[in-house]
């Protein structure tokens, strides 16, 4: 009996070890949603844009999934973690989206032996899944390199609905809450540009 105890309790350790020793699934963002219309790079407007890696809340910034938010409570996921630091996902998303709207020749990277007319500069002060939707609340800032030039800032708050709380959901809808938001900022006029108007 004691025997058949031991081994019991044997087999639950050796279970509960190789529970705990699993590696957590990697979920990366998917590439932003390819527009229906590609915009022509318009003519008038020729100002370049570079942007800066994003800031987001020191809570965000980690490999750990958020999948709900309630009040000052983190629910995190225990099978899943991002592939990449979420502040770089976010950044290649947004760069990619920009680049679909006012054209690939506008947005440079970093480390392109280019002048930009501007940086962009974002902080998102919430990006959480939260009462069935992702909250993404952003401050932004056009920095016009021609010091002459003002800079030019506003705020956008949106709210993208979640179908589940779980990595792969959250996942889908903040890179659809990053497609709207790129939108939101294609459409502003910057150093010369003329947005999307």
């Given amino acids: ?36 219309a ?7 407007s020729r100002a370049t844009l570079i942007l800066r890696p994003v800031m987001l809340p020191g809570y965000r910034d980690s490999h750990a999934v958020v999948i709900e938010r309630k009040a000052n409570t983190l629910v995190v996921s225990e099978e899943a973690e991002w592939a990449e630091r979420l502040r770089d996902a976010v950044t290649r998303v947004l ?18 032996h280019r002048i930009a007319d501007a940086e ?5 002060l919430k990006l959480d899944p939260s009462n069935g939707a992702l909250e ?4 932004w800032t056009f920095v016009c390199t021609a010091r002459e030039r003002p800079a030019h ?3 956008t708050e949106l709210r993208i609905p979640l179908e589940s709380a779980t990595a792969p959901a959250v996942a889908a809808a903040t890179v659809n809450g990053l497609a709207s938001f790129a939108g939101v900022l294609a459409s502003q006029t910057w150093c010369g540009s003329n947005g999307e108007h």
Avoid: C
């Fill in 95 to 112: 760069r990619d989206t920009l680049s679909q709207h006012l054209g690939a020749s506008r947005v440079l990277l970093r480390g392109e």
């Fill in 38 to 44: 590609a915009r022509q790079p318009d003519q008038n």
């Fill in 153 to 155: 800032t506003g705020r």
């Fill in 136 to 139: 993404l609340d952003a401050r």
């Fill in 1 to 36: 009996m004691k025997r058949t105890r031991r081994l019991a309790a044997a087999l639950l350790a050796l279970s509960v070890a190789a529970f705990a020793s699993t590696p957590p699934v990697l979920v990366a963002l998917p590439s932003p949603p390819r527009l229906l």
């Fill in 120 to 124: 962009l500069v974002i902080e998102f």
